[in-house]
């Protein structure tokens, strides 16, 4: 079965402590996996799309990273503008489903 | 460029009343959905349109209609609001390419009682 995990759930940081978030997935064929980010009251805003093993792309603190079976976010010295909930969703190449993991609560305290 | 434009953004409903959220996009794009969050799950797709004048079910329709006006609206419809359906609900478009991202309007925070 289809299923995107993200871990942790919440994570509180301080300004400039680096961390990273997983997604982990169970498709049969990927075909896309995709960064979203969501403030509170808003809808979620697309951040990056990684197609294979190996790739990378960067957007300002944050780097995102894909293996076989899991994607990073990295977030390097975060900043308080940087708190958002992040969401991760996988496309699988079969069935052209999108599936959504449930996010990770991000928190930055100056 | 406004992008996903829903309305309305809250709304209260008493149980077996009925509404329509609208949703509107200015990207051109080929494809638009309906999606519902709830707490502690993943965004869940109602129904989805593919292109003007095609719609399909998704992973939750029951209870829900939709239509898709013309290539810029796509509305989605509660016959006789439930309890159940107490959620908030995005609207999506994209360029309609399985590997293009979503585009997603600000959401319905939707309350039945």
């Known amino acids: 079965e289809d299923q995107v995990t993200q871990s942790p759930e919440a994570l509180r940081l301080q300004e400039g402590e680096s961390s990273s978030l997983n997604c982990s997935y169970t498709?049969?064929?990927?075909?896309?996996l995709f960064w979203y980010r969501q403030d509170p009251g808003k809808g979620p805003e697309f951040l990056f799309t990684?197609?294979?093993a190996g790739e990378e792309k960067e957007k300002e603190r944050l780097k995102a990273t894909l293996t076989k079976k899991e994607s990073f976010l990295h977030i390097t010295a975060p900043k308080p503008e940087d708190s958002a909930t992040y969401l991760c969703?996988?496309?699988?190449?079969?069935?052209?489903?999108?599936?959504f993991g449930t996010g990770t609560r991000l928190q930055v305290f100056p | 460029n406004a992008g996903v434009t829903q309305t309305p953004k809250f709304q209260v409903l008493k149980t077996g009343q009925s509404m329509t959220l609208q949703c509107a996009q200015d990207?051109?794009?080929?494809?638009m959905y309906w999606y519902r969050q709830d707490p502690g799950m993943g965004l869940r797709l109602i129904y989805y349109?593919?292109?003007?004048?095609?719609?399909d079910k998704g992973e939750v329709p029951n209870g829900y209609n939709v239509s898709r006006l013309n290539k810029r609206e796509f509305s989605l419809r509660l016959e006789s609001a439930a309890p159940s359906q107490t959620s908030v609900y995005f609207c999506?478009?994209?360029?309609?390419?399985?590997?293009?991202?979503?585009?997603f309007g600000n959401g319905t925070r939707l309350t039945v009682t």
């Open positions: 349109s593919a292109s003007e004048g095609t719609t």
């Open positions: 498709v049969s064929g990927l075909r896309g």
């Open positions: 990207m051109n794009h080929n494809s």
């Open positions: 969703a996988v496309r699988d190449y079969n069935t052209d489903k999108l599936i």
């Open positions: 990684l197609y294979s």
């Open positions: 999506a478009s994209s360029t309609g390419e399985v590997e293009s991202p979503l585009h």
